[in-house]
């Protein structure tokens, strides 16, 4: 079995506001990892460049993970580049040769100024930092990498289950599953392809979510991967998991926690899953980037229905135009589609947040993004969240439409202290725009209140007019057989700057659509559609 050492802990660092480090550079300061280098005094909100680096004792043929930097960096191995960290979240991996068993020095390169991958305009703020674990793992010669799981039928347990070799060679395979079946097949040109009927299999579901294990020994390589036996699937407007119709009632959450930034400790994603799993909730978008193997592991094992999507958010058509940047669209969905290839959590792959797709030009990069995952992943429904609406010309390019309304929030109006009034008209109208042979997702909506902001007039930023926009929409969805679900902006308040949007700005600096603040202090939205969640079938039926 490989054996992984986890390099989580103090790190020598140092950080310049103009030049990048040479990756052999002696450190003078420490800095945990994982951790954001920018929520540190006296580097608080300081962008440039910086570096961390430790010794590690390793030898031969090594892999190394690193689960989420930013904004984006280099890797190196005593001095020698080993490879880049492009995009902000996502998990990289580099196999390399790491010299003769003893103590070599891995360095981490960073840069936190914004860059084409991740404008300043984002509404969320971007953290330098090592967002996630440091992983090292030694490899036998030949090793297997792209273990894709796939259930073939949720019914009878068949599963497809495909693998390569580091080399093209014959290689006998020994397949041993939890339950004690055990089954035998070959690498043929470094390549397994093999189905298998899983006796005694359990289904993963948002209530049961079963794991099942299988351990692969090839040659010297052995490694343990658990996966679930589910099928998430369209059929008109409705998604079906296993076979049943399943409503997604959800929340849009950011990885990020005021005191640490995007380098969120295990705890806290347990303690943010628990909430929504205690209210109610089954869904959750990962707005708006690739999601941690630690968050994606805990979803599986606790049961919730992942969106996942690379970086790109509001970029406009002539950034699209540009071949080399749509080659860095096109790299970020394959990498995050093998990356979280095996977990069942993840139901939805997604891309480009409220791109310009109301323009035929768009299409082009719509449908490459889309063959692209699907070219690695054959069944997960693949989306993109728009805000064009009516004038939306690629809905029929993706599996499921979604759209991100924000009746009573965006269609403000001085005369008026509420358009609250303005849900049903605004998500009957904008339904009628939508195909109706797909599902339709509102993959955001909401509006933001300061938290212990309660005012007689109920109006915009208070605690009250937010629960009671957010429940108007959740009873508008649960009675519409129309909409697949509803997915809130947003779980909590995240830090953004101070004016992104022209129309209100941000106050504090921080998008306060959230139904938490960024403690997780509870709103009276939170509550109001936590007694929602639990005391309504969901179906046709007021609010009790
Ligand atoms: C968009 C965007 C979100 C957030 C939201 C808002 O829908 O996708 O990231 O910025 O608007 O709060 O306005």
């Keep these: 079995m490989r054996q992984k050492i986890v390099l989580n802990g103090i790190w020598d660092f140092a950080y310049s506001p103009e030049e990048k480090f040479s990756p052999l550079h002696s450190c003078t300061q420490a800095q945990p990892v994982p951790g954001c280098f920018d929520l540190t005094e006296p580097l608080c909100g300081k ?19 690193i689960d989420g930097a930013g904004i984006r960096g280099e890797v190196y191995w005593d001095g020698q580049k080993l490879g880049d960290l492009p995009y902000a979240y996502m998990a990289e991996q580099f196999i390399f040769d790491a010299g003769e068993m003893g103590e070599h020095h891995l360095s981490i390169l960073l840069v936190n100024r914004h860059n084409e991958q991740f404008y300043p305009t984002f509404d969320f703020f971007g953290y330098g930092g090592i967002y996630g674990d440091v992983t090292l793992t030694a490899l036998p010669e030949i090793h297997m990498e792209k273990l894709r799981i796939t259930t073939e039928n949720y019914q009878n347990g068949e599963l497809r289950i495909r693998a390569e070799l580091s080399s093209a060679v014959e290689q006998k395979a020994v397949l041993q599953f939890e339950n004690g079946y055990t089954v035998n097949a070959m690498f043929q040109n470094g390549k397994l392809d093999c189905r298998i009927t899983l006796p005694d299999f359990k289904l993963w579901s948002v209530e049961t979510p079963y794991l099942h294990t299988v351990t692969i020994t090839a040659g010297d390589d052995k490694i343990t991967e658990s996966f679930g036996i589910r099928e998430f699937r369209t059929e008109g407007r409705k998604l079906l998991l296993n076979g049943k119709e399943i409503k997604l009632y959800g929340v849009n959450r950011h990885e990020s926690f005021p005191t640490v930034g995007a380098a969120v400790s295990p705890q806290q994603m347990a303690m943010d899953l628990y909430m929504l799993k205690k209210a109610g909730f089954n869904f959750i978008r990962g707005s708006h980037y690739p999601q941690r193997k630690t968050f994606l592991e805990l979803c599986d094992k606790v049961g919730m229905l992942i969106w996942e999507e690379s970086i790109g958010w509001n970029i406009k058509a002539p950034t699209l135009a540009d071949p080399a940047f749509v080659k860095t669209q096109l790299e970020q969905v394959e990498h995050m589609t093998w990356n979280s290839f095996n977990h069942p959590c993840v139901v939805i792959r997604g891309f480009l947040n409220e791109t310009d797709s109301q323009f035929p030009e768009t299409r082009p990069v719509i449908k490459a993004l889309y063959d692209k995952i699907r070219s690695i992943d054959p069944y997960t429904p693949i989306s993109f969240a728009s805000n064009k609406y009516e004038k939306d ?93 509803v997915a809130v902006w947003q779980f909590a308040d995240t830090r953004s700057y101070v004016n992104t949007q022209e129309i209100f700005g941000r106050a504090r600096g921080f998008n306060n659509k959230g139904m938490l603040d960024e403690y997780r202090r509870p709103k009276l939205a939170w509550n109001t559609i936590e007694h929602f969640l639990k005391n309504t079938q969901k179906t046709k039926g007021d609010l009790k």
């Design 393 to 485: 010309c690629c809905t029929d390019l993706v599996d499921i439409v979604s759209m991100n309304p924000y009746p009573g929030w965006y269609d403000a109006d001085a005369e008026r202290i509420s358009t609250v009034d303005q849900v049903v008209p605004t998500l009957d109208k904008l339904m009628k725009a939508m195909p109706t042979d797909r599902p339709v997702l509102i993959s955001e909506i909401g509006a933001e209140a300061l938290l212990g902001f309660r005012d007689p007039l109920k109006s915009y930023w208070t605690e009250e007019y937010q629960a009671e926009l957010l429940k108007e929409i959740f009873r508008y969805v649960a009675d519409n057989p129309d909409y697949c679900g």
């Design 47 to 65: 962008r440039g460049y910086a570096i961390y680096s430790r010794k590690v004792t390793a030898g031969g043929k090594n892999l190394l993970e």
